[in-house]
T-cell receptor, first 115, second 117 residues
Framework: EAEVAQSPRYKITEKSQAVAFWCDPI?????LYWYRQILGQGPELLVQ????????DSQLPKDRFSAERLKGVDSTLKIQPAELGDSAMYLC?????????????FGQGTRLTVV | GENVEQHPSTLSVQEGDSAVIKCTYS??????FPWYKQELGKGPQLIID?????GEKKDQRIAVTLNKTAKHFSLHITETQPEDSAVYFC????????????????FGKGTLLTVNP
C-alpha cells in the first residue's frame, strides 16, 4: 500500500541549531502539506505545495522556517535556528490535487525535541 | 477565518458501548469533512469522510452524519473495542481564499477515546 514517507522519525537538537525534515509523498500526488502538531492539539497547516509551487505559507514563521519542493516530488522543511517552542510533531501529508474533496494521507511524522 | 470545534475532548466508554464525537464548523462553503484516527506516536489515519451531497455514510462499525444547515457533523462508533482507543480528529476542507479554487484542511483539537475492556 502506498504511503507518505518521512524521515527522521525522531530528532533531538539543541536550540539555535539547524534541523531539517524530509518527506516523500505518495507517487502521483501533486499536493503536499506540512503540518505542525503540538502535543494535545490538532495539526496546524504550515505550508502547502501544488507541484513545486507554494500555494499557502501564511502560517509559516518565515524568519526561521523554510520549505521547498524543488522538483515537485519530495520536500524538505528546515528550521534555523531552532527554538524551544518548536518542539512538536511535524507531519507531512499528500493528496492527488487541491480539489475540495480529495483525501489527504499523512506520514508517520517527525517528533522534534529542542533542548 | 475557518474554525472547527470538537467535543468532547476526552471520552471513556466500556467495550461494546457506542461512542459519539461531535464537531461544528464555521465555513458554510465547506463541502468535505474527513475523520482521522491517531494512535500514539503515529500520524493521523483517514478512517472515513463525508461530502455535503449526503447526510450520512457508514462503514462497518463507523458512521458519520452531516447537518449542513446547522454546520455540524458527528462520528459514531458502535460496538467499541479496545483497539478503537486513540485520538480522533474531525476536519473540514475549506477554500484558502474566499471564492478561490484551492482548499486546505482545518482540524479540530481532537478527542481522546478510551475503550475499557
Amino acid at each position: 500500500e502506498a504511503e507518505v514517507a518521512q524521515s527522521p522519525r525522531y530528532k533531538i537538537t539543541e536550540k539555535s541549531q539547524a534541523v531539517a525534515f524530509w518527506c516523500d509523498p505518495i507517487s502521483g500526488h501533486a499536493t503536499l502539506y506540512w503540518y505542525r502538531q503540538i502535543l494535545g492539539q490538532g495539526p496546524e497547516l504550515l505550508v502547502q505545495f501544488q507541484d513545486e509551487s507554494v500555494v499557502d505559507d501564511s502560517q509559516l514563521p518565515k524568519d526561521r522556517f523554510s520549505a521547498e519542493r524543488l522538483k515537485g516530488v519530495d520536500s524538505t522543511l528546515k528550521i534555523q535556528p531552532a527554538e524551544l517552542g518548536d518542539s512538536a510533531m511535524y507531519l507531512c501529508a499528500s493528496s492527488l490535487g487541491l480539489r475540495e474533496n480529495t483525501e489527504a494521507f499523512f506520514g508517520q511524522g517527525t517528533r522534534l525535541t529542542v533542548v | 477565518g475557518e474554525n472547527v470545534e470538537q467535543h468532547p475532548s476526552t471520552l471513556s466508554v466500556q467495550e461494546g458501548d457506542s461512542a459519539v464525537i461531535k464537531c461544528t464548523y464555521s465555513d458554510s462553503a465547506s463541502n468535505y469533512f474527513p475523520w482521522y484516527k491517531q494512535e500514539l506516536g503515529k500520524g493521523p489515519q483517514l478512517i472515513i469522510d463525508i461530502r455535503s451531497n449526503v447526510g450520512e455514510k457508514k462503514d462497518q462499525r463507523i458512521a458519520v452524519t452531516l447537518n449542513k444547515t446547522a454546520k455540524h457533523f458527528s462520528l459514531h462508533i458502535t460496538e467499541t473495542q479496545p483497539e478503537d482507543s486513540a485520538v480522533y480528529f474531525c476536519a473540514e476542507k475549506g477554500a484558502l481564499r474566499s471564492g478561490g479554487s484551492n482548499y486546505k484542511l482545518t482540524f479540530g483539537k481532537g478527542t481522546l477515546l478510551t475503550v475499557n475492556p
